[in-house]
């Protein structure tokens, strides 16, 4: 099936640094969202953006909606201990009656060094 | 407030076999999707119910089955089971699965031996 490019596949840093991380795609979405998921759960959202060239923040975690609506990044800042997890990005098309579903990238696996 | 349940949360299965997986939406949301996770990947789109009805469907073949119940649980249904169906199932529910955000429950582990 169709899977958003993501990059990097992993990410191995110290704490306290700061993370980035993202995602392209050869279509368009009209909707960018970023979700964590740990080991043996769901994923859970973190971050919602709906518009071209958004910019929203959630604590120390920060998405953009890429103004060619094919891109999108998600900035981690301080990183501690328990952002460890996979990071999935997911895009969803809202044209052609196609809104119900999501196409998620294939993740980052985020390691924090205390 | 319950979040998304899903039963069981662990599953062996022998080849050939049919497997219910189930699924409760948190209280007020009436759309509920379905997705496959294999290991190393992103969660791929099975399907999608909105009031009972099948909105979506992703590219899994005919064997992959799911309905919707009058209180919005669903149960996806997978039948003459492959070694390759082995993955996580999650279950997401939302308030109406159109332009309102997902919310994943923990999934199901199916094992296939």
């Known amino acids: 099936g169709q899977q958003l490019n993501q990059s990097p596949q992993s990410m191995f840093i110290q704490e306290g640094e700061d993370v980035s991380m993202n995602c392209t795609s050869s279509?368009?979405?009209?909707?960018w969202l970023w979700y964590k998921q740990d080991p043996g759960e769901g994923p859970v959202l973190l971050i919602a953006?709906?518009?071209?060239?958004e910019l929203t923040s959630n604590g120390r975690l920060t998405a953009q909606f890429g103004i060619t609506r094919k891109d999108s990044f998600l900035n981690i800042s301080a990183s501690i201990p328990s952002d460890v997890g996979i990071y999935f990005c997911?895009?969803?098309?809202?044209?052609?009656?196609?809104?119900?579903?999501?196409?998620f990238g294939k993740g980052t696996l985020l390691t924090v060094n205390p | 407030d319950a979040g998304v349940t899903q039963s069981p949360t662990h599953l062996i299965k022998t080849r050939g076999q049919h497997v219910t997986l189930r699924c409760s939406p948190i209280?007020?949301?009436?759309?509920v999707s379905w997705y496959q996770q294999v290991l190393g990947q992103g969660p791929q789109f099975i399907f999608q119910?909105?009031?009972?009805?099948?909105?979506g469907r992703g590219n899994f073949p005919d064997r992959f089955s799911a309905r919707q119940f009058p209180n919005y649980s669903s149960e996806l249904n997978v039948n003459a089971l492959l070694l390759g169906d082995s993955a996580l199932y999650l279950c997401?529910?939302?308030?109406?699965?159109?332009?309102?955000?997902?919310?994943f429950g923990q999934g199901t582990r199916l094992t296939v031996v």
């Open positions: 119910y909105y009031e009972k009805e099948e909105r």
């Open positions: 997911a895009g969803r098309d809202e044209s052609g009656g196609s809104n119900y579903k999501l196409t």
């Open positions: 279509s368009i979405f009209n909707t």
């Open positions: 953006l709906y518009k071209a060239g």
């Open positions: 997401a529910s939302s308030l109406t699965g159109g332009l309102t955000e997902a919310f």
């Open positions: 209280s007020g949301h009436k759309s």
